[in-house]
Structures are given as C-alpha cells and as structure tokens.
C-alpha cells in the first residue's frame, strides 16, 4: 500500500521556482513537501538549461578571447580543447550547486520525494516511482516547468537529431552542426560549438535573429554570428530532415548556398512549451489557456483557490529569475501574507557574443502596442572601458515615458549587458527618472557608464556624444539635436549625434517608425 503523505504545501516541481517557493513558504512556517521526477533538485535551470550552458558559454568565452588578444599583441597557442573534460567540469558545477539546493531543503524541513506526480484529485498528488506515495494538501504550487518543442518528423533513429537537452552534452564534438532556431538558446548553444571549433549554420524562419527583439539590440549579435558560423540562413525553413550515410541531410524553403547541407547534429530550437499536459489536471479546477500554460491571477492562483501556478507552466516569459520570483509570491500569499506580483520589469539576457539585455517596456513592444516612447542611445564607442575591452560594437538604451520623464525600459548590447542590466531593473522597478540615473554618478572607466551616458544623451546633457536639446514643440519635452560643429571628428561625432536624434525624434510622434526596427 502506497504512503500517504499530508503537506501543508506540496509543491510539484523542484526547479527555481519550485525550492524557491517551498523555502520561502517552509521560512514563513509551513509544513513543505517538494516533488520532482528528476533524481536531483534544481529543475531545466540548473541541469539542462541556464548553468550548463553558462558553463559552456564561458569556455567558449575564454578561447574567443585569447584568439583576439593577439589583435593586441598576446598570442598563445591553439587550444587543446578536452570535451570529455569540459563536460565533466560543467558537471562538477551543476552537482555542487544540487547539493547545497539539497542541503538548504534538509536545514529547512523541506521533504523532497522523487517520482513522477500527477493530480488524483483535487486535493491529493499521486507520485509514481520506486515507492508510491500519495501526498495530501493544503495548498499546492505547481511548478512543473516547461519542455523543448518536438518536430515529430525530425526524430531520426540516428539520433542525431537533438534538443537543448543533449546538446548541452558537447562530447564527442561534431564537425558541423546545424541549429534550427535564431533564438537564444540556438545562438547560445551555436556559438559554444562554433568557439570549439565545429563548423555551425543557423536556419531561422523570421527575418532577424532574435525574434521579438528590438532589432538595435539583435543587429550586433547577427553581424558577430555572420562572422563566427558558417552559414546564417534568414527568412529560411527547413523542409525535412533524413538520415543518410554520415549524417543528417536537410532540406530548405529558401536557397541555401553553403556547402554542408549534410550535418553531423542537427539541433532543433524552436521554442518550450509548458508541462501542463499530463499532470491530472482533469482532475482538479485548474485550466489551462490555448498555449497549455496555466491560467493564473496576479497572485499566481489558478481557477482553483487553493492551486498555484509559477515559472515557466504559468507564463511567459519563460526565464529562471521570473520563475523564482513567482515562487516567492505564491509562497507569500498562501501563508496569508499581503503580496502579490507587481513586478514592473524582467529582465532577460542572451549570454552570447556580444550579450543581448532588456528589461521593461521595449521600442517593439510600444510598436506593437500602440503607446509612445522617447529613447536615447549611448553608442559604446564612445566609451573609454568599451574601447580598453574592444567591445566597441555595444549600445546602450533608455527608454523612457515622454509624459513623466521615468524610466520605464533599458536595452544593452555588449560584453557585461547581463550584470548591467540589473541597475535598468532597479531603474524601472524604482520609478526613476532619467534625471536620477543621469545625476548618478557611474565610476569610470566602467561600462556602467553608458547607462548614465544615456539618460544624459537623452537631457542633451552628454559629454561624450554630441547631442544638445532644445526646447520641444510640444508637451515640453526636449529633443536631443545634433551638432557636430564643435567636433573634432567631426563625421564621427555627427553620426553619434544624428543617431542620438533620430532616436529621440522617432519617439516624438505616436508610434512613429524606426528605422532601428525590423
Ligand atoms: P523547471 O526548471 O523546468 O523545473 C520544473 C521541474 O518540474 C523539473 O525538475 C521537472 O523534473 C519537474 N516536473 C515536471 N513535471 C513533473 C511531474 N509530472 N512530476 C514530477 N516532477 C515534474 N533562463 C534564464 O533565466 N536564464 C538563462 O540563462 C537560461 N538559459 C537556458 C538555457 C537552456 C538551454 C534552456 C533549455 C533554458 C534556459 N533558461 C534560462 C530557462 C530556464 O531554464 C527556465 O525558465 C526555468 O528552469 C523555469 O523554472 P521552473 O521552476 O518553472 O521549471
């Protein structure tokens, strides 16, 4: 006879939303029981996603860097690159950060029990696993993440033909890969194959890498991954895929002119969607929208009040920090605490080359939407410290409310962009105005200079980019104008200044297109 378990909390799930729900609540005083299916806790983010390839990103990170010091006179040798070694260490850094998730449980009281679960009633899970354990509760946080997107036609029995999950597996090292997907964890993975030496061709079927992104943050990125892959198919779809002698043959819409249409790994990006399939829901109040994530309110309950929905089942965007930070939430308030998500900006970061940061409201967002933005641009070639690290190829943006002069997005494109972004967060999230970042004062020479630098370009009031104001027509609000007279590269502050002014006027008039958009 299977045990039976009663929980004031069961959370089912034990990724960065899961323990970071089941903590929270065990620290507030409530009896928790987390389950999850794999045999460790930490979910996608922690052994198939986020850490791994972070892990990955940074070795890739480091040959790319040695290979361009030698622009500066540093040569060193080619690298001796040891997969087989390289994916145990990424091992090593997962299974520590487990343990120590396994440890805080312990200290914490919270029970982990492994097994598969679904729902056996509105009230109860039923785990299926070595023992059989039926976990009664109180209130449930489901926190069951989400899953690659399968092609059904594309599953070849060669096995070559894989998804993130296996990708993140980097040995035995393919001469060439294909990735089907220009989003971010294709051109993450892409390009930790291409810095270890496989020759990597990236299909998207939109016109842009990065879908959905402001395309001045996108365009660095797709002039990096033109030079580093070997083919970057845009407005392309692949048509089929067969294993024939030595690999993966495929077929595409558009005309694709490399050489290799024959591939050793093909992996296939095309986005996650939730697990909300096979979790008994049927047997709850819990619905679920036309994309399968679970409908929740700003409290994270579902359609059943004592039901939670957190992480990437509830929503997009689908980001680790975003997950945790729902947990918390959800934690909060069924421990009878006045919290809810009032959250104003995500952050989101692609850890490529050059890194991709936004948070808060986009220009393609306020496009889409209808709603006006004023934007101002700090140009990284402007910047001392982006110069010393030849990263000059950044750009970071503001954009802020033209009513209220707040902040109420920040976009960076550029080496540090993930750890910079934060102060965007904090900007938005504070209701900053822009005269606040303006009048911070950044340490020199710091990349986190070009946030000031922005807001100043904004005011008309930057050093380092010609950009003077002047009294706007309408509303009060100041445009930044170019003036290139006083410069001594005169095109080139010119081009600053008039980048600086468009932004600025592209703002002006209600949804006003961008030349920067695509
Ligand atoms: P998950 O982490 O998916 O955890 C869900 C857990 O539920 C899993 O452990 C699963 O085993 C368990 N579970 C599911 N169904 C059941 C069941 N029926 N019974 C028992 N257990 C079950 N996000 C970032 O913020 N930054 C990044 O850099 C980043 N990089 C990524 C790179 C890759 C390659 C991938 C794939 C994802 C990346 N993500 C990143 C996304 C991030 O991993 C997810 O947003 C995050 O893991 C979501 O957390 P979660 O707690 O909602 O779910």
Not at 186 to 191: F, H, M
Not at 334 to 356: C, I, K, Q, Y
Not at 492 to 508: I, P, R, T, V, Y
Request: with cysteine; hydrophobic share 40%; charged share 25%.
């Amino acid at each position: 006879m299977a045990e039976t378990i009663a929980a004031d909390v069961l959370v089912l799930g034990a990724g960065p939303g899961g323990y970071a729900a089941a903590f929270r609540a065990a620290d507030l005083g409530m009896q928790v029981v987390m389950v999850d299916r794999a045999p460790r806790p930490g979910g996608i983010c922690l052994h198939h996603g986020c850490i791994p390839s972070k892990a990955l990103l940074h070795a890739g990170d480091m040959i790319r860097r040695a290979r361009e010091a030698e622009h500066y006179g540093l040569r060193f040798g080619e690298p001796q690159i040891d997969t087989e070694k390289l994916d145990g260490w990424k091992q090593q850094v997962i299974d520590e950060l487990a343990a120590g998730i396994d440890a805080l449980a312990e200290q914490r009281d919270v029970r982990i029990v492994h097994g598969r679960a679904h729902f056996a009633g509105p009230d109860r899970i039923e785990v299926l696993g070595e023992h059989a354990v039926m976990i009664t509760f109180k209130h449930c946080i489901i926190a069951t993440g989400s899953r690659s997107v399968q092609v059904r036609d594309w599953r070849l029995p060669s096995g070559r033909v894989v998804d993130s999950y296996d990708a993140l597996n980097i040995h035995p090292l393919p001469e060439n890969l294909l990735v089907i997907g220009g989003g971010y964890i294709g051109l993450e993975l892409g390009q930790v194959y291409s810095a270890l030496g496989t020759r990597v061709q990236v299909v998207e079927v939109t016109e842009g890498v990065l879908p959905g992104v402001d395309r001045d943050l996108a365009r660095p990125l797709q002039q990096r991954i033109d030079e580093m892959f070997v083919g970057v198919h845009l407005d392309t779809r692949v048509t089929g895929l067969k294993d024939v002698e030595g690999g993966v043959k495929a077929s595409f819409s558009g005309e694709v002119t490399e050489p290799d249409t024959v591939f050793d790994k093909v992996l296939v990006a095309v986005g996650r969607r939730p697990n909300s399939d096979g979790i008994g829901l049927e047997n709850t109040e819990v619905s679920v929208d036309d994309q399968g994530f679970i409908i929740n309110d700003a409290q994270h309950r579902t359609t059943q009040a004592n039901i939670y929905a957190i992480g990437d089942v509830a929503g997009q965007p689908m980001l680790a920090h975003k997950a945790s930070y729902e947990g918390k939430v959800a934690a909060e308030v069924l421990t009878g605490a006045a919290s809810a998500d009032d959250r104003r900006a995500v952050p989101a970061v692609v850890f490529t080359d050059p890194e991709v940061a936004w948070c808060g409201v986009t220009e393609t967002q306020a496009q889409q939407e209808g709603f006006e933005v004023a934007v101002a641009r700090f140009p990284w070639k402007r910047s001392g410290r982006a110069q010393t690290l030849g990263s000059t190829e950044g750009m970071t943006k503001v954009i802020v409310d033209p009513a209220t002069n707040r902040i109420i997005g920040v976009g960076i494109v550029g080496r540090g962009a993930d750890n910079m972004i934060s102060e965007g967060v904090f900007a938005c999230e504070m209701g900053a105005s822009v005269e606040d970042l303006a009048r911070s004062i950044h340490p020199h020479p710091t990349l986190s200079e070009t946030l000031s630098g922005a807001a100043e370009v904004f005011l008309g009031s930057a050093t380092d980019v010609l950009a003077r104001k002047r009294p706007q027509r309408t509303g009060g609000k100041q445009e930044t104008e170019p003036d290139a007279s006083d410069s001594e590269d005169e095109n080139d502050g010119k081009d600053e200044a008039e980048h600086a002014n468009e932004d600025s006027a592209a703002s002006d008039g209600p949804n006003e297109p961008n030349d920067d958009q695509g």
